[in-house]
């Protein structure tokens, strides 16, 4: 569900755990602002990338511009058997890896 709904305190845990950070949002969209050292994968390209995510054996924390793409992104990938959370948006994101 909306993970990132629930404040910071699971993303801060995923990031501890050295998760990967997908953001789902188009090229472009990334290419205007990223969280650091966020992977960008669009949402219509990740169900083709999921094995790839998973054979990398890490927690997953997906991110978009507002948290609703990145919820799709979320179920996509836990349905693919990955360990996986909702951070919402890049920004909210970002805000966690500057507080670690």
């Given at each position: 569900m909306f993970n990132f709904l629930f404040g910071n305190k699971k993303l801060s845990s995923y990031l501890k755990l050295g998760a990967?950070?997908?953001?789902?949002?188009?090229?472009a969209e990334y290419d205007m602002g990223s969280s650091l050292g966020a992977k960008n994968i669009p949402l219509n390209t990740l169900e083709s990338k999921?094995?790839?995510?998973?054979?990398?054996?890490?927690?997953?924390?997906?991110?978009?511009?507002?948290?609703a793409r990145s919820e799709q992104a979320r179920a996509i990938l836990h349905d693919a058997g990955l360990d996986v959370i909702n951070g919402g948006s890049w920004k909210a994101v970002e805000r966690a890896i500057n507080n670690l």
């Open positions: 990967i950070v997908i953001d789902v949002r188009s090229g999921a094995e790839e995510i998973k054979a990398t054996g890490k927690p997953v924390i997906t991110c978009c511009r507002s948290g």
